[in-house]
């Protein structure tokens, strides 16, 4: 039996929260590999929201081609990676750095992180911007249906 997901499985899958790597080309180096915050919403593309002037946002640009992975931490392992061009850098307005922390920390960690990070003096300057990557190839598994009668 494969292990693929269907593509309604694999998009709530790659909806629902989990800690994205996202690995960018380096050059001559091998690809920078991070783990990130993102979102998705089924049919879109993925939204990573993270500083400016970070390594990873210094090496992408709209037509870069970049993979994503989510993974699912618990046993039987389950995961979606695409593969895709980014299709924009654009500055993040608060409520979509707001809604990222929230998504991951909760309502109040959410917002204390929030204006934790717009007081740090070593951020004040920082701007945060909006990745946007169009998932093209698809790869994925969950292993619990190898198992199932």
């Known amino acids: ?81 695409v593969e895709g061009p980014v299709v924009s850098v654009d500055p993040a307005p608060l409520d979509v750095v707001r809604e990222m922390a929230v998504r991951y920390l909760g309502p109040d960690i959410g917002a204390q992180y929030v204006e934790a990070t717009r007081a740090d003096p070593e951020r004040s300057d920082q701007k945060d911007v909006v990745v946007r990557i169009r998932p093209e190839r698809w790869l994925s598994a969950d292993f619990a249906k190898r198992f199932q009668t």
């Open 1 to 81: 039996m494969s292990m693929a997901l269907t593509r309604e499985e694999r998009e709530a899958f790659l909806a629902d929260v989990h800690v994205g790597i996202l690995s960018v080309p380096n050059g001559e180096r091998g690809p920078l590999t991070c783990p990130i915050w993102y979102s998705y919403e089924p049919g879109g593309d993925i939204r990573v929201v993270t500083e400016a002037g970070s390594r990873k946002v210094l090496l992408v640009e709209p037509g870069t081609r970049v993979s994503f992975c989510a993974q699912q931490e618990a046993l039987p392992p389950k995961y979606v990676s």
